[in-house]
């Protein structure tokens, strides 16, 4: 069966993510759990778990939250390590989570994680269901174009093919004409259609892209033989291989590395301020670092205070 820890213990990313394992839940489970949030369920979070730093209020909240005293945040809880859910406690977990309740706590916040599809949830937050959103969002020119950004993490895009690589696939460019597995709604969904394009021109056949609206139900697509790769955010194809020795394995190099962000509407000000500001104090009390640390993702943090914003 395809594995999956569902606890919140440290994992190493690239060659060495791994969990402290308190239970085997296999993958499905975990698909089901997800799936039985994502009609819009949410979950209360308190403290980080990530620092022993104080907790203490340190910066103004934003003056237009949806409920006072909660940050309502938006994020789709199916895409490990980054938000999922641990079937266990049916709460929202990961790196992304810890990071901002660690933000809210820092405006004197309780963090309200909401779980929400992917490929709707900037809309989501453009008619104010959240007041931000947090859920591994790459940064791109067409969003930013609806939205304004904090970022907060580098993460690339990479590929997850079967133990051995019996397709020999090295990069996206040798994905013509196969089966892969993607989620809807990501950069790597609108990248694999720009391959299979390119493929096309070249002579050569498309890609035959399978699209689902869950990660793990499109990992599930590899355990069970229906493609022969996904593609996927680099943290997330380290952390299904890690967490299923064996089975798997990464296909090539990480490409196309960018910054992620913390989403929010755009033009509002207040709210940005405050993320940013709580961001920044999180840096340099060490307290992101000790959350970066907890979950194994070093080779993605920010090494400096970004003040980009990429809003420009």
Do not use: H
């Amino acid at each position: 069966m395809l594995s999956s820890s569902t606890r919140t213990g440290k994992r190493k990313r690239s060659t060495s993510i791994y969990l402290v394992v308190s239970g085997v839940f296999v993958v499905l489970s975990l698909l089901f759990a997800a799936c039985g949030g994502s009609s819009g369920g949410s979950t209360s979070t308190g403290s980080s778990g990530g620092s022993s730093q104080s907790s203490k209020p340190t910066i103004a909240p934003p003056t237009d939250l949806i409920t006072a005293g909660t940050l309502t945040v938006g994020s789709d809880t199916t895409y490990p390590p980054q938000e999922f859910i641990d079937t266990a406690t049916s709460s929202a977990t990961g790196f992304d989570v810890d990071l901002v309740k660690a933000i809210a706590q820092r405006m004197g916040l309780k963090a309200n994680v909401v779980t929400a599809k992917f490929d709707s949830i900037i809309d989501s937050l453009s008619s104010k269901r959240f007041d931000i959103v947090i859920s591994a969002v790459t940064i791109t020119n067409e969003r930013k174009q609806k939205v304004d950004f904090v970022p907060y993490f580098n993460a690339g895009e990479s590929l997850l093919v079967q133990k051995g690589n019996p397709k020999n696939i090295k990069a996206p460019t040798d994905l013509c004409g196969l089966d892969v597995g993607v989620q809807n709604g990501t950069v790597e969904q609108t990248d694999l259609q720009t391959i299979s394009d390119n493929c096309k021109k070249a002579g050569k056949p498309a890609v035959k892209a399978t699209i689902l609206q869950d990660q793990t139900a499109v990992i599930q697509l590899l355990a069970t033989n229906r493609v022969v790769a996904t593609y996927q955010d680099s943290p997330v194809t380290d952390y299904y291989n890690k967490q299923n020795s064996g089975r798997f394995e990464v296909g090539g190099s990480v490409v196309n590395a960018a910054p992620e962000g913390i989403v929010v509407r755009k033009g509002d000000s207040s709210m940005l301020n405050a993320v940013q500001k709580s961001f920044d104090s999180l840096k340099a009390d060490g307290t992101y670092k000790s959350i970066i640390d907890k979950w194994g993702l070093t080779s993605g943090a920010l090494s400096v205070i970004d003040r980009r914003q990429s809003v420009a």
